[in-house]
């Protein structure tokens, strides 16, 4: 599959596959809208949004996705490895992302369309609407508000759209800037809650004409409310340094996905000369497994060299006494974007990384940190960097919007 014009040409079944953040779904509907307005009858089209914690080629995902019987799959924003065909039957398959990436790392069979190796790299949603939009005159006006959307919620809505960045002033004509920055976070927040209803936020996404259709919507009020809460409860943790002072460990425990939220927070607010990696690690949300996000804080950007989160995590992993740590660690170690990396990692194996670097590695629940206006208890290392802050609903709904980060599969 070359195009996306060439799935609508042939009027077969066609299975949109896009990740479950606002850069993946606003990519997914930008292709779906395409398709319908270059003719494709919208009753072949589908959409699939992968399970908790699974990815393209596990066997859950594989079956559910030859249920679908397509004639064209694409896949945007998941990341992409070398690895067997997205399904054993018959299929032509693209994929749109903008992760970490070899030229290889893709399903075979597949094209691979990326922007990881051209800065300023392309988000997901802006790399689909540029193939996208002048396939039809109506993509511009129906999906700008989309690719924004997107772009804002992995980039942050501080990105300024210049050269080579497409020019969007007709796109922030018609739809104010709050009101596509708050979209972002609203969409964002279903796959943050427990119950991970990301087939609903999808079905709200397609079904919506604008940015205020989400802003308005009950069920994604309702999410965001849930990760306001969530974030109150588990958010507050004193944070534990490596031996080498680079990376800063934080530790929760919670069933929902705050832990980019939180770890873009903490990149805000903790600082010294030698720290280059916060590392949120939570440990309750999937069983048996280790859920992390890490960003570059803001203390260590335009650093030369710049700081690079995979090769620091995977530097420190090689460290260790018994080699084949790197391998234990699994394949959703060290993975993402050089500033914001993610991934999974089983418990046996992070507590053994947790070792290697020099973070006391204990087997209880994280404590809460003490009231910010006291000082926080601790070594004179967390006393010099911590800094932590009561949090209003207000507050923390704004954290939402901060998700941002490109992504990984978490």
């Not at 802006?126 to 939009?133: E, G």
């Not at 079905?203 to 849930?226: H, Y």
């Amino acid at each position: 599959m070359g195009h996306p014009s060439q799935s609508a040409a042939a009027g077969k079944r066609t299975l949109i596959v896009p990740d479950k953040d606002a850069d993946g779904l606003a990519a997914g509907a930008i292709i779906r809208k395409t398709l319908i307005l270059l003719g494709l009858d919208p009753k072949l089209i589908s959409g699939y949004t992968m399970n908790k914690n699974s990815f393209l080629n596990y066997k859950d995902s594989r079956t559910n996705m030859e249920a679908y019987k397509p004639s064209y799959i694409i896949v945007l924003d998941q990341g992409s490895w070398k690895s067997e065909p997205i399904i054993d039957s018959s299929h032509r398959a693209l994929v749109i992302d903008h992760h970490l990436a070899e030229n290889d790392d893709h399903p075979e069979g597949a094209i691979l369309v990326t922007a990881n190796k051209c800065p300023p790299i392309a988000t997901s949603s802006l790399l689909t609407y540029l193939i996208c939009r002048d396939l039809q005159e109506g993509v511009e006006e129906a999906c700008g508000w989309l690719c924004v959307m997107g772009t804002h919620g992995d980039l942050g809505n501080a990105i300024r759209w210049r050269l080579p960045f497409p020019n969007m002033e007709a796109t922030f004509k018609t739809h104010t800037r709050r009101s596509i920055n708050s979209s972002a976070m609203f969409i964002n927040a279903p796959r943050r809650t427990a119950a991970y209803d990301v087939p609903r936020a999808w079905k709200t996404l397609i079904e919506a004409s604008s940015p205020r259709d989400l802003v308005k919507n009950r069920f994604l009020k309702e999410a965001r409310a849930q990760v306001i809460f969530e974030m109150k409860r588990a958010g507050r943790v004193v944070p534990k340094f490596s031996a080498d002072k680079k990376i800063a460990v934080i530790r929760i425990n919670s069933k929902a996905q705050i832990h980019a939220v939180i770890a873009t927070r903490q990149a805000r607010e903790l600082f010294s000369r030698e720290l280059q990696v916060v590392m949120v690690a939570n440990e309750g949300y999937a069983r048996g497994v280790v859920n992390y996000s890490c960003r570059v804080p803001t203390c260590a950007r335009g650093r030369d060299p710049p700081v690079n989160i995979p090769e620091i995590l995977v530097q420190a992993a090689d460290r260790a006494d018994d080699k084949t740590l790197r391998e234990r660690l699994g394949p959703r170690f060290a993975v993402g974007h050089k500033n914001a990396s993610g991934g999974m990692i089983p418990q046996a194996e992070f507590e053994e990384f947790l070792e290697v670097i020099g973070v006391e590695s204990v087997n209880k629940k994280p404590s809460p940190s003490p009231s910010p206006k006291k000082s926080p208890k601790g070594s004179a290392n967390q006393d010099q960097f911590n800094k932590m802050e009561r949090y209003s609903t207000d507050a923390a709904g704004n954290l939402c919007t901060q998700a941002l980060a490109p992504r990984p599969a978490n």
